[in-house]
């Protein structure tokens, strides 16, 4: 079954806990952590979503699912492991080389955290085959990472599907996400291609009623 992990990152600070557990009694798989740093997008949200993590932690037993839009990928990986995510995400383009990319997959599965490659609306699959039976989840952005409430970009349904054909025929049980503009209208076609989870921020976020907004888009 298709699961939901919650963008917050356009939640706002005054009523975050009630947000957070009016969430949970919604029925959202995840909590998605949009971490950003000024750098690799030009938003910063290092902050809020540190202290975010921190509140859910103290009233949810739900998990966390971290999207780390960082250049520095080992220091904020580090900065998140005493949350004890479930998921830790980190983009293929803030990698040097190949090299670092399989130390952080090793960092994560250290301590225990599922770890997550993904790559940006132009970023090829090619680039991340090689790892894809290291990983647990690819995270194929739908727009281009920095803010929520953009359009979902069309052509990265085929990526989603190419990738799902490509992991049947290498027998690969790696799950697939995708983050951005995704709503009640664009659920069907990444559903469709075969993806596992959807992440949705404004979908949920901006509705009156969670628990209709995420009924809706199971
Ligand atoms: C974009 C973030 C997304 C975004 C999703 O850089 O990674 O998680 O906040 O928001 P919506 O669902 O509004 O596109
Ligand atoms: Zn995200």
Known sequence: ????????????????????????????????????????????????????????????????????????????????IPFSPSIITFHYEACKNNKEILDLIKLIKENNIKPAISIKPETSLEKIKEFLAL?????????????????????????????KQYLKENNLETYIEVDGGINKETINMVKEAGIDIAVAGSAIISAQDFKKAIKELR
């Open 135 to 163: 990983i647990h989840m690819v995270l194929i952005m739908t727009v281009e990472p920095g803010k929520g409430g953009q359009k979902l970009i069309p052509k990265t349904v085929e990526k989603v599907k190419e990738l």
């Open 1 to 80: 079954m298709l699961e939901i992990s919650t963008s917050i990152l356009t939640v706002e600070k005054e009523n975050a806990a009630k947000t957070f557990y009016d969430l949970e009694t919604a029925g959202t798989d995840y909590y998605h952590i949009d971490v950003m740093d000024g750098k690799f997008v030009e938003k910063n949200t290092e902050e809020i979503m540190y202290e975010y993590a921190n509140i859910i932690k103290q009233i949810s037993n739900l998990p966390l699912d971290v999207h780390l839009m960082v250049e520095n990928v080992k220091e904020n990986i580090e900065r998140y």
